[in-house]
Nanobody, 116 residues
Framework: QVQLVESGGGLVQPGGSLRLSCAAS????????MSWYRQAPGKEREWVAS????????SYADSVKGRFTISRDNAKSTVYLQMNSLKPEDTAVYFC?????????WGQGTQVTVSS
């Protein structure tokens, strides 16, 4: 059974940093691309960043490019999202995502609040 468990969210002031983690289990993690999405109150869920399996290529939404960094540790079956220079508009629930066995797999989400 695929499981994705996010952690690392919290309250941070504008300009601050957070690192989110997503621990994966139930599938061969190193073979799969991983992504982060977020959903702000009253808005649709939006894609934030992705990282491929073998080549470790990364891609980012324009809104976070240059501020967020996605990475992975295949030995730990964990994907990370380093978030710097956080803005109030980054406030959202952040979700880990993988397409595994032809199914969408989501974590439960972790809340990130950027506020002074």
């Amino acid at each position: 059974q695929v499981q994705l468990v996010e952690s690392g969210g919290g309250l941070v002031q504008p300009g601050g940093s957070l690192r989110l983690s997503c621990a994966a289990s139930g599938f061969p993690f190193s073979r799969y691309a991983m992504s982060w999405y977020r959903q702000a109150p009253g808005k649709e869920r939006e894609w934030v960043a992705s990282i491929t399996s073998a080549e470790l290529s990364t891609s980012y939404a324009d809104s976070v490019k240059g501020r967020f960094t996605i990475s992975r540790d295949n030995a730990k079956s964990t994907v990370y999202l380093q978030m710097n220079s956080l803005k109030p508009e980054d406030t959202a629930v952040y979700f880990c995502y993988a397409w595994v066995n032809r199914r969408n797999s989501w974590g439960q989400g972790t809340q990130v609040t950027v506020s002074s």
